[in-house]
């Protein structure tokens, strides 16, 4: 626990949470579709990122369908006290694994009462509205009617705060002129900085900005860049990616996600690496 505290911590929700987390898409089967190939393996990475400390699990019902929120309840209910589990909605799966929006009132209502039913929770801590104007990126568009509906869950008891995903600065400042906006979480690493500038304009603000795909996500970042500087300091290329986000803002919250035991023990060291500003120089220029 000692090592990942190095990571510091921030302000999620209600809670303070620290800033290595664990993301868990990754351990639903192939695709995020269907269970995967050692359901015990997956139980394991989840006990040993809570015994070392991790407080913070991204989550989402549609991964898998259900899978990874099924495998987090056997895992780990009941659930430590400071344990934050964000979840999302907005999507839903069809029989071949494919990515289906469903963000009318009844779908985000279901997706809801699904996700307490398989965390075993009477009230999810966090839920992000995942866009799905476009599957891939942030898309324009209004998310008024989806929020007016998250509110309503809220409003019922069923969700204590809201956050947003995928996302573009002017949707996050529309939906701050109707509720208190918890957390972002978007696609960002070293070599993807498209939200550069709302990162900062976030922590200005003191909201946590949540990198989905710190590591490059189903294809791992690669670069020479990174190899380079990993190997000065004695450290993984993963290691070093982490490292770089932890110093890039102090409102990012990590969520790396991997269904080994070994890959877990070795981004949760990424709490101890302190990159040089000469290295974090050349990382800066990898984008
Ligand atoms: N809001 C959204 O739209 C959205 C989209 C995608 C993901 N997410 C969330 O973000 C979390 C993080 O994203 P992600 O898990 O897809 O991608 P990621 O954390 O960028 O990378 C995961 C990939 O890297 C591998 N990996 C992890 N640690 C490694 C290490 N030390 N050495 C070598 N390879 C390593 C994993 O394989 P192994 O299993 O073999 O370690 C896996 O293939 C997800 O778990 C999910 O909760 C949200």
Same mark, same amino acid.
């Given at each position: 626990m000692s090592s990942i505290n190095k990571s510091g911590s921030y302000q999620l929700g209600h809670r303070q949470v620290r800033r290595l987390?664990?993301?868990?898409?990754?351990l639903a089967g192939p695709g995020v579709f269907g269970p995967p190939k050692d359901p015990a393996m997956a139980v394991r990475v989840l006990r040993e990122a809570v015994a070392a400390g991790v407080n913070h699990i991204d989550t989402a019902d549609f991964y898998g369908p259900h899978v990874t929120n099924q495998l987090i309840k056997q895992a780990l209910h009941p659930y430590p006290d400071d344990l934050c589990l964000v979840t =999302?909605? $907005?999507?839903?799966?069809?029989? =071949?694994?494919?990515?289906?929006?469903?963000?009318?009132?009844?779908?985000?209502?279901?997706? %809801? !009462?699904? #996700?307490?039913?398989?965390?075993?929770?009477?009230?999810? !801590?966090? %839920?992000?509205?995942?866009?799905?104007?476009?599957?891939?990126?942030? =898309?324009e568009g209004s998310l008024e009617a989806p929020l007016t509906a998250l509110a309503e869950l809220q409003h019922r008891g069923l969700i204590r705060h809201i956050g947003l995903s995928n996302v573009?600065?002017?949707?996050?400042?529309?939906?701050?002129?109707?509720?208190?906006?918890?957390?972002?979480?978007?696609?960002? #690493?070293?070599?993807?900085?498209?939200?550069?500038?709302?990162?900062?304009?976030?922590?200005?603000?003191?909201?946590?900005?949540?990198?989905?795909f710190p590591l490059g996500g189903f294809t791992p970042l690669q670069s020479q860049v990174l190899v380079d500087v990993a190997h000065r300091l004695q450290a993984t290329t993963m290691?070093?990616?982490?490292?770089?986000?932890?110093?890039? $803002?102090? #409102?990012?919250?990590?969520?790396?996600?991997? $269904?080994?035991?070994?890959?877990?023990?070795? #981004?949760?060291?990424?709490?101890?690496? $302190?990159?040089?500003?000469? !290295?974090?120089?050349?990382?800066n220029g990898v984008a």
């Open positions: 987390g664990y993301g868990a898409m990754q =999302k909605v $907005s999507a839903r799966r069809d029989e =071949k694994g494919g990515w289906i929006p469903a963000f009318s009132a009844q779908e985000l209502t279901q997706a %809801v !009462e699904d #996700n307490l039913r398989h965390l075993g929770l009477d009230v999810l !801590e966090i %839920v992000n509205l995942r866009s799905m104007l476009d599957i891939h990126q942030p =898309k573009t600065p002017t949707q996050i400042a529309d939906a701050r002129k109707m509720m208190p906006i918890a957390c972002v979480q978007n696609f960002y #690493n070293l070599a993807q900085r498209a939200d550069d500038a709302l990162i900062d304009q976030l922590a200005a603000q003191g909201i946590p900005y949540v990198p989905f290691q070093v990616a982490l490292a770089w986000l932890l110093q890039r $803002s102090a #409102n990012i919250l990590l969520i790396p996600g991997t $269904s080994s035991p070994a890959h877990l023990k070795e #981004n949760l060291a990424a709490a101890t690496l $302190s990159l040089p500003p000469a !290295e974090l120089q050349l990382l």
